[in-house]
């Protein structure tokens, strides 16, 4: 019988849905024994896989609850055939995306300020802002006290699964959509074509995977190229842009950005993203709905169905993802 491992902590309730044919293996995240696992759903976080690995043998698979797995890789033996969950995130992921940019284009930080503050008046700073990040030929009337969405050029980069999901959220909006993967193929321009695109976008979304390529894929070269005014959406890792040239970006009012992930990680306390202007920062919550466990051990019990019957397993990761 097959020997599936799954972290104690993991609702009971979702053991249902694993499929029959299974030897359940519960393992606490600080393992205090040796336990034989040939299929082990390793937890989110690499410090607990990091933890409970070392007393697993046996081992065969390891199937992610995440979509990147650069944390894991590191961890694998040569033997062990690795998964990720591509597609597990793909609903709460954009969903975060598009309230980002909602978020951004209509001042909620700021309303939040003045929420807090209590100050009703001191909603003309909308219009500061405004101003800041696209200087006005000449003064509107009335007031700019936001932005809209509609007739944006929205410039996905890194069009996989989550791109796809960004982009059937956002059409709705009426805004004009350009694409970037790895590869050029029909309707998606390759990454080495992003020079050029940049300086067309007035909203710039980052969901790539972390690998060496990826890294400090936006520095100050490529923020320069963005448009004055533009918004940088960052959901994919907080190394595929450089901190210190995000930084000068937001402070020269070039343009504003919205960023689920930072680098380092976690933010330190002090650290002078906290302050930044023209900057939301959310802790790295996108895919933590209550959805998150169900959709991991569904696409793990498909997994394992697929396993018993010898089938090839999906989401193989091979080389860096």
């Not at 799954?6 to 030897?23: E, F, K, N, Q, T």
């Amino acid at each position: 019988m097959l020997k599936v491992g799954v972290p104690d902590a993991v609702d009971r309730d979702l053991h249902r849905l694993l499929p029959d044919g299974i030897s359940l293996e519960l393992i606490p995240l600080r393992p205090a024994a040796t336990v034989e696992v040939e299929f082990w759903i390793a937890p989110p976080w690499t410090h607990q896989a990091e933890q409970q690995l070392p007393f697993l043998r046996g081992l065969r698979v390891v199937q992610a609850t995440v979509a990147g797995v650069d944390g894991l890789l590191k961890l694998m033996p040569p033997d062990v055939v690795l998964c990720d969950a591509r597609g597990v995130h793909n609903i709460s992921t954009a969903e975060w995306t598009v309230a980002a940019i909602l978020a951004s284009l209509k001042y909620f930080p700021l309303c939040g300020d003045l929420q807090r503050a209590g100050i009703w008046s001191r909603r003309k700073e909308a219009q500061d802002h405004y101003y800041a990040l696209h200087p006005p030929v000449k003064q509107p009337y009335p007031n700019v006290l936001c932005e809209e969405l509609h007739g944006q050029r929205v410039l996905i980069v890194g069009y996989g699964a989550i791109g796809r999901a960004i982009e059937d959220r956002l059409r709705p909006f009426g805004v004009d959509f350009v694409r970037v993967a790895r590869t050029a193929r029909d309707g998606i321009y390759g990454i080495g074509s992003l020079p050029d695109l940049l300086p067309t976008a007035d909203i710039v979304v980052l969901i790539v995977p972390f690998t060496s390529e990826t890294t400090s894929l936006i520095g100050a070269k490529e923020l320069a190229l963005m448009k004055q005014g533009a918004l940088l959406v960052n959901a994919a890792r907080g190394p595929v842009v450089n901190t210190d040239a995000l930084l000068a970006a937001l402070h020269s009012g070039r343009i504003s950005a919205a960023i689920d992930v930072t680098d380092p990680e976690p933010l330190p306390n002090g650290h002078p993203l906290w302050s930044a202007p023209n900057l939301l920062i959310t802790p790295h919550i996108a895919s933590s709905t209550p959805m998150f466990m169900v959709r991991a051990m569904q696409f793990a019990a498909s997994q394992i169905a697929r396993y018993l019957r010898g089938e090839p397993l999906e989401n193989v990761v091979t080389g860096e993802y």
